[in-house]
């Protein structure tokens, strides 16, 4: 398979130049901008998505960590956001001049995704923080060239010829050939936002082979010779009108919850899944700290819709707790799949992360990592007891009590 980057700048009319940036060559590279496209995207390159679905006019956008492309109609901002979005965009106008947040009162199709990449970014950067590195530390890895290269090639012996050349790795890093810059992955973390739900269908179908319109996160791979399929970019996608996203913020949340899960899947490189309540308390954590009004629900494929759900669940929480109905540790360590998290677990998975993370940040960032890169895998209930024990010093029951001390004093009753 013989991959390459489209060259960025390609020729537009001047009516057809990104509103936010005017593709402008040094306001771009000061706000971490590479590009509005073509790139390296889901299972070929954004042209080609672009072209298989025809007449919709996509808007595309390759920043730091990620590449997107968008469909979203423009969305006016209802007076009672006001207030937030206009702090929202002074941030934004800090990196592009061209916007005056007193004067936006509707986000067009270019600031939408301007704004989803400004966000996103920045959840990013706070997920790698939690996780206790840096950006430097994971500059020293593979470029995505080299990636690219290899898998065209003898992919495992290039890698490894390039590995021996390169700096020594942080520490708790795993000394895996196919180990990237993007927490782990070779290349950028995709997203892709789709107004129709038709067009969703039509892409997934098209692309993966799964006949229905629900939001989806999938992992990309390559397919070198003589090698099984390795690694190579993980993605997300929905439709708006399918899952009937009105709010910004809804869409913002969908970003959040989703993404953040592709991150902790992505993280150390996607060979060591971490556990499926770590996965969807981590991804509730990102998306409530924005927004407690738009909840992700991860159910399994064919699966039905939650049935429950609230805004307030800290005061839920503490009433688990008070009837001793709440799941322990040793339970949610056993779920193995999204369908074994009903409503209450999915609460709890969110409020025993939040006590861990609050607990003990440095501790909380070396139980991730080692849950990351343990080879006896994480669905592992050994792996999973050991890695508490190592990092928090508690047993499961141990951790179950203090948990429940701390829901009883900090959660209210309403």
Not at 228 to 247: D, I, N, Q, Y
Not at 355 to 381: C, H, S, Y
């Amino acid at each position: 398979i013989l991959l390459t980057i489209p060259a960025a700048g390609q020729s537009k009319k001047k009516k057809d130049l990104c509103t936010v940036c005017g593709e402008d060559s040094e306001v771009m590279e000061t706000a971490g901008i590479l590009n509005h496209g073509p790139f390296m995207f889901f299972k070929s390159d954004s042209k080609e998505v672009q072209d298989h679905l025809a007449a919709r006019d996509m808007v595309w956008l390759e920043t730091t960590h990620f590449r997107l492309g968008s469909d979203l109609k423009p969305w006016k901002i209802p007076v009672a956001d006001k207030k937030a979005y206009r702090a929202e965009l002074a941030e934004l106008a800090e990196l592009f001049p061209s916007i005056d947040p007193k004067k936006v009162k509707t986000l067009d199709r270019w600031m939408r995704i301007h704004l989803m990449a400004f966000r996103i970014e920045k959840a990013y950067a706070h997920l790698e923080e939690l996780f206790g590195y840096t950006e430097e530390q994971f500059m020293l890895l593979p470029e995505e060239e080299v990636f690219i290269a290899a898998s065209d090639s003898t992919w495992q012996a290039d890698l490894a010829a390039d590995y021996l050349e390169r700096p020594t790795r942080a520490a708790g890093m795993p000394l895996w050939v196919g180990l990237g810059k993007y927490l782990g992955m070779p290349m950028k973390y995709e997203i892709m936002m789709m107004r129709y739900e038709a067009d969703f269908l039509e892409t997934k179908g098209h692309y993966i082979g799964h006949m229905n319109s629900h939001p989806q996160r999938w992992h990309n791979t390559w397919r070198p010779p003589n090698t099984e399929p390795v690694s190579r970019a993980l993605w997300f996608g929905f439709s708006t009108e399918a899952e009937k996203m009105k709010h910004d913020q809804h869409v913002h949340n969908a970003l959040l919850h989703n993404v953040t899960i592709n991150i902790l899947d992505g993280f150390m490189l996607y060979l060591v899944e971490a556990p499926v309540w770590l996965r969807s308390g981590l991804g509730h954590y990102m998306s409530r700290r924005n927004s407690v009004d738009y909840n992700f629900y991860d159910m399994d494929e064919g699966s039905g819709e939650m049935s429950k759900d609230a805004s307030k669940w800290k005061p839920l929480v503490r009433k688990y707790v008070v009837k001793g109905d709440a799941p322990g540790f040793a339970a949610l360590s056993r779920m193995r799949s999204f369908g074994d998290l009903d409503f209450e677990a999915h609460l709890t998975s969110w409020s025993k992360l939040m006590f861990l993370m609050e607990t003990d940040r440095e501790a909380f960032g070396k139980w991730i990592v080692q849950l990351k890169t343990d080879p006896n895998q994480t669905n592992n209930l050994d792996a999973q007891r050991k890695a508490l024990k190592d990092n928090f010093g508690w047993t499961f029951i141990q951790a179950d009590q203090k948990w429940a001390v701390w829901v009883r004093e900090t959660y209210p009753v309403k």
